[in-house]
Protein backbone atom coordinates (compact mmCIF):
# COMPACT_ATOMS: atom_id res chain seq x y z
CA UNK A 1 0.00 0.00 0.00
CA UNK A 2 1.76 3.53 -0.97
CA UNK A 3 -0.70 6.11 0.18
CA UNK A 4 0.49 10.37 -0.06
CA UNK A 5 -2.02 10.63 2.82
CA UNK A 6 0.45 9.80 6.67
CA UNK A 7 -1.02 10.49 9.56
CA UNK A 8 1.36 10.08 13.42
CA UNK A 9 -0.88 9.14 16.34
CA UNK A 10 0.08 8.28 20.06
CA UNK A 11 -0.30 9.99 23.66
CA UNK A 12 0.52 13.04 24.66
CA UNK A 13 3.88 14.86 24.46
CA UNK A 14 5.56 11.27 22.85
CA UNK A 15 6.85 13.80 19.86
CA UNK A 16 3.92 13.55 16.89
CA UNK A 17 4.52 17.21 16.23
CA UNK A 18 8.32 16.95 16.87
CA UNK A 19 8.50 14.77 14.25
CA UNK A 20 6.72 16.38 11.56
CA UNK A 21 8.81 19.30 12.17
CA UNK A 22 12.08 17.41 11.54
CA UNK A 23 10.61 15.81 8.32
CA UNK A 24 9.67 19.60 7.19
CA UNK A 25 13.15 20.92 7.90
CA UNK A 26 14.99 17.52 6.12
CA UNK A 27 12.95 17.47 3.31
CA UNK A 28 10.45 20.55 2.68
CA UNK A 29 12.66 23.40 3.95
CA UNK A 30 12.56 25.00 0.58
CA UNK A 31 9.11 24.10 0.10
CA UNK A 32 5.60 24.89 0.06
CA UNK A 33 3.57 24.24 2.99
CA UNK A 34 0.39 24.52 3.60
CA UNK A 35 -2.40 24.17 6.18
CA UNK A 36 -2.02 24.27 9.73
CA UNK A 37 -0.59 23.83 13.40
CA UNK A 38 -2.78 23.28 16.46
CA UNK A 39 -1.01 25.33 18.96
CA UNK A 40 -1.57 25.97 22.71
CA UNK A 41 -1.77 29.82 24.19
CA UNK A 42 -1.92 30.91 27.63
CA UNK A 43 -2.85 34.00 29.87
CA UNK A 44 -0.97 34.35 33.14
CA UNK A 45 0.88 31.24 32.70
CA UNK A 46 -2.02 29.04 32.56
CA UNK A 47 -3.03 27.31 29.27
CA UNK A 48 -5.96 29.15 27.89
CA UNK A 49 -6.60 27.53 25.00
CA UNK A 50 -5.24 26.11 21.52
CA UNK A 51 -5.68 28.34 18.12
CA UNK A 52 -4.57 27.17 13.96
CA UNK A 53 -1.69 29.12 12.51
CA UNK A 54 -2.09 29.01 9.00
CA UNK A 55 1.16 27.59 7.40
CA UNK A 56 0.61 30.21 4.22
CA UNK A 57 1.15 33.48 6.54
CA UNK A 58 3.80 34.71 9.18
CA UNK A 59 3.65 35.56 13.14
CA UNK A 60 -0.16 34.08 13.78
CA UNK A 61 -0.86 34.67 17.52
CA UNK A 62 -4.02 33.94 19.19
CA UNK A 63 -6.83 35.91 18.46
CA UNK A 64 -11.06 35.45 18.70
CA UNK A 65 -10.44 34.06 14.36
CA UNK A 66 -8.45 31.70 14.80
CA UNK A 67 -8.80 30.26 18.58
CA UNK A 68 -10.22 26.53 17.78
CA UNK A 69 -10.43 25.55 21.99
CA UNK A 70 -10.78 27.25 25.14
CA UNK A 71 -10.16 25.47 28.50
CA UNK A 72 -12.88 25.73 31.33
CA UNK A 73 -13.11 25.40 34.93
CA UNK A 74 -16.73 24.28 35.73
CA UNK A 75 -16.80 22.74 39.01
CA UNK A 76 -13.38 22.41 39.86
CA UNK A 77 -13.23 20.24 36.52
CA UNK A 78 -11.33 21.39 33.87
CA UNK A 79 -12.22 21.06 30.50
CA UNK A 80 -11.16 21.89 26.91
CA UNK A 81 -14.18 23.06 24.19
CA UNK A 82 -13.59 23.41 20.51
CA UNK A 83 -15.04 26.53 18.90
CA UNK A 84 -16.84 24.72 15.66
CA UNK A 85 -17.45 27.87 14.29
CA UNK A 86 -13.53 28.59 13.79
CA UNK A 87 -13.14 25.82 12.30
CA UNK A 88 -15.60 26.31 10.07
CA UNK A 89 -14.55 29.51 8.72
CA UNK A 90 -10.94 30.05 9.30
CA UNK A 91 -10.26 26.26 9.16
CA UNK A 92 -12.49 25.78 5.68
CA UNK A 93 -10.61 28.76 4.13
CA UNK A 94 -6.83 27.46 5.31
CA UNK A 95 -7.98 23.89 3.95
CA UNK A 96 -9.14 25.02 0.30
CA UNK A 97 -5.90 27.53 0.09
CA UNK A 98 -4.34 23.81 0.72
CA UNK A 99 -5.49 22.12 -2.48
CA UNK A 100 -3.37 25.24 -4.34
CA UNK A 101 -1.85 23.81 -7.28
CA UNK A 102 1.63 25.03 -5.81
CA UNK A 103 1.88 23.27 -2.46
CA UNK A 104 4.31 20.75 -1.81
CA UNK A 105 2.80 19.52 1.48
CA UNK A 106 -0.23 19.79 3.75
CA UNK A 107 0.42 20.08 7.34
CA UNK A 108 -2.89 18.73 9.65
CA UNK A 109 -1.05 19.16 12.88
CA UNK A 110 -3.56 18.28 14.89
CA UNK A 111 -7.03 16.75 13.85
CA UNK A 112 -8.87 15.31 17.16
CA UNK A 113 -12.53 15.98 18.78
CA UNK A 114 -12.41 20.48 18.77
CA UNK A 115 -13.70 19.62 15.22
CA UNK A 116 -16.91 17.54 16.17
CA UNK A 117 -19.50 19.77 15.38
CA UNK A 118 -17.61 21.31 11.96
CA UNK A 119 -19.17 19.40 9.45
CA UNK A 120 -18.13 21.71 6.40
CA UNK A 121 -14.35 21.49 7.81
CA UNK A 122 -15.15 17.99 8.58
CA UNK A 123 -15.75 17.58 4.51
CA UNK A 124 -13.05 20.19 3.59
CA UNK A 125 -10.74 17.35 5.28
CA UNK A 126 -11.87 14.77 3.02
CA UNK A 127 -11.53 16.91 0.03
CA UNK A 128 -7.89 17.53 0.63
CA UNK A 129 -7.41 13.67 1.46
CA UNK A 130 -8.61 13.05 -1.68
CA UNK A 131 -6.60 15.93 -3.42
CA UNK A 132 -3.22 15.28 -5.54
CA UNK A 133 -1.78 16.88 -2.31
CA UNK A 134 1.04 14.91 -0.13
CA UNK A 135 -0.22 15.09 3.54
CA UNK A 136 0.99 14.83 6.88
CA UNK A 137 -0.74 15.09 9.97
CA UNK A 138 -1.21 14.10 13.69
CA UNK A 139 -4.40 12.44 14.53
CA UNK A 140 -5.41 12.41 18.41
CA UNK A 141 -5.97 9.59 20.34
CA UNK A 142 -9.76 9.81 20.68
CA UNK A 143 -12.34 7.64 19.31
CA UNK A 144 -14.91 9.86 17.09
CA UNK A 145 -16.58 8.62 14.12
CA UNK A 146 -14.52 11.89 12.48
CA UNK A 147 -11.23 10.23 13.73
CA UNK A 148 -12.32 6.74 12.98
CA UNK A 149 -13.50 7.81 9.34
CA UNK A 150 -10.01 9.03 8.48
CA UNK A 151 -8.14 5.69 9.48
CA UNK A 152 -10.80 3.86 7.41
CA UNK A 153 -9.54 5.33 4.69
CA UNK A 154 -7.62 3.48 2.10
CA UNK A 155 -5.49 6.13 1.37
CA UNK A 156 -4.16 6.86 4.31
CA UNK A 157 -1.55 5.82 6.52
CA UNK A 158 -1.15 5.75 10.43
CA UNK A 159 2.01 5.49 12.17
CA UNK A 160 1.57 5.27 16.18
CA UNK A 161 4.59 7.13 17.61
CA UNK A 162 5.60 5.30 21.05
CA UNK A 163 8.85 6.05 22.88
CA UNK A 164 10.49 3.14 21.43
CA UNK A 165 9.87 4.17 17.83
CA UNK A 166 10.16 7.56 17.39
CA UNK A 167 13.70 8.24 16.68
CA UNK A 168 13.01 6.13 13.70
CA UNK A 169 10.25 7.50 11.94
CA UNK A 170 11.59 10.53 10.38
CA UNK A 171 13.83 7.96 8.20
CA UNK A 172 10.52 5.75 7.63
CA UNK A 173 8.23 8.34 5.96
CA UNK A 174 11.31 9.32 3.84
CA UNK A 175 12.08 6.40 2.96
CA UNK A 176 7.99 5.76 2.15
CA UNK A 177 7.79 8.72 0.74
CA UNK A 178 10.94 8.04 -1.56
CA UNK A 179 12.20 11.85 -0.30
Known sequence: ????????????????????????????????IAGFKT???????????????NQLEENIFPKKENIVGINSKNYGEKKCFGIAETFENKGVDILNKSIDKNIDLVLLDEIGFFENEASVF???????????????????????????????????????????????IVKQISNYWRL
Not at 19 to 29: G, S, T
Not at 133 to 161: C, N, S
Open 39 to 53: LPFYEYGYLKGYYIE
Open 122 to 168: KKNVHRVLDSEKRVLGVLKKKDTEFLKGLIARKDVMVIEVTEENRNN
Open 1 to 32: MNCKNLFLTGNIKVGKSTIINKVIDEYFKDKT
